[in-house]
């Protein structure tokens, strides 16, 4: 019973997991940036969730303003910091990004992120559902639901739209797609846009079970980064099988041996398995 | 093309004048120490542990610096030695010249095993696994928190001891300290010049081609990752006996953060640079902290600009501006 109630918690965990790493697999792809900056973008969605409640504003409007000002955020980041070392090594990007993480963590330490918060669960989803004999929240379903709708909207919005051609294109061959007149910048600008948007969504919806502060995208984005490891750096399908094997490990391993632990495991088992598939699940990782 | 290399090759030899003028400056300074903070005993303990940081900076610098692996997680290595040796020091024996070779050889015999996996990364992988590395260490804190007191840090690390002789004194530490980076240093720069920092650098400049002159790339790697891991290690290990207590403090990934900045702050792959960037940060953070509490801020937001304006360090700054004075006082001369 208890290994059927963790399953399901797994799936939900993965399903967030999912979402948040969405983002940082897409803007690798186009920018080839690692970005250590994404977990504060969590903690700010999960902060901005928080600060719009307390404001009076229900819970949806929480939903749709905080991923649409932190998107804005990105956009203004992407246009003022990584717009300048566009064209340097990648060590730069990777320091970059770092900086910006501990100034975010840093201001969002004091816009009132030193407390843990919790963001109250809107009436229409408190309740439980009865799955078989297993009960799970209401509120962790509509996460999962949201999560999956979310990212199957973003698959089929790169794979029908000309933003997507133009962000696959990019993804595939950066050069190439600037011969053929895509403007890097502008498009850079949209995905890191987008990037932090879908960070930002996952901390509002994770507020109400991850709880809010300053510091809390912290472990999900070493779990995000185990996620892109796992299926290979820059392969999305191989991320979305990732996210839900880590989600399943994390609450297995949290269920049965604790956090701490679960973490290790964890990353022991990516370890072991990058010295034999160090591309990931698909063989689809870069290596450059 | 002929006219660009003839460029780099004075710029490095500007490089060795201000590095060895930095180096005698730095030694200098640094013997000074005691002589004039004898009244002020808090001075010399802040200057003990600017000289802590910096060998934690030399250390990662000897592996950004060498081989142009960039880790973000040193802090791990740091934190291990200083629970390593503190656990030691208590359970065993306050005796330093035992237990810091017994941390010394743990730590080279888990680096190797974790290095073996790691070095085999690209670049970015490498990154984010060293940033997952630090992680686990904090855990394992809390995870061993029976051994290791979890959330209070590991309290009553007793007094130790050299050649049997309590080590109490604020200026014998401070000259125990000093003596450990001075040796670090020059052993820094003598590998710098030897074949094996050759290699190293070979490695940094372009692994491929690395590999087809005949270097076993993936053991020079490793190797550098240990000497590095191990030298951490040493820190953290005269940290805990110099500090008397540990905190899982010294394994948040601020801390690998703050290592970095050393680096970064001082110039990758200059030695000195990171010493001096180490010392800097030490000395401004504390007084900048005592002001403000809102210190993160002032640091992510002084990274990312040094990064953007600044990529070679304060130390590249200056070394270069060194050398376009150099180059002009030469020019006024002919």
Redo the contacts between chains.
Sequence with gaps: MLAASLALNGLVMGSVLLLFSLGLTLIYGVGRI?N?AHGAFFSLGAMAGIWLANSGLPFWAALLIAPIGVGLLGVLLDWA?FA??RD?P???S???T??????????L??LGGRNVQILAIPSALQGVVDIGAIKLPMYRVFLSLLAILLTIALLLFLKNSDWGLRVRAANDDPEMGACLGIDRENLMHSVVGVSAALAAVSGVVGAPIFTAYAAVG??IL?LA??T??LGG?GSLRGAIVAAYVVGLITVFGEGYF?G??A??LL?VL??AM??NW?RGFFGE???? | MSDSLAASATLSRDMVRTTTYALVVVAALGASVPLWTGSMPFLLILASQAVIAAIVALSLDLLMGST?L?S?GHAAWYGFGAYLTGLAAKLLTPEMLIVLPLTLVATIVLATI?GF?LV??????F???T???G??MF??V??MSGVTGGEDGLQGIPVPKAFGIPVVRPDVWYWILYGVLLAAILASFHIRRSPLGKAWLAIRENTERARFIGLDTGSLKLLSYVVSATLAALAGGLFALFNGAASSDLLN??ES?KV?MYV?LGG?GTIIGPVIGAAVFTITEHYVSSITN???????????L???VA?GGLFGALSSLWSRFGASRRGAAS
């Design positions: 690692v250590f910091v300048r070392i340097r990648m060590v730069d990777l320091l970059l770092f900086g910006l993480a501990l100034l975010i963590t840093g201001v330490y004091e912290d472990k070493i980064f185990m892109v490891i750096l604790g701490q632990l973490l290790m990353f990516v370890m990058l010295i160090p990782g870069r290596t450059e | 142009g960039l973000f974790i996996v085999r990364q690209i670049g970015k992988t990154a984010i696994l940033l997952a590395l992680q686990i855990a394992l809390f995870v990934w601020f953060g970095l970064v990758v809102s210190w993160l801020i002032y640091f992510g937001g002084f990274f990312v040094i990064v953007i990529p």
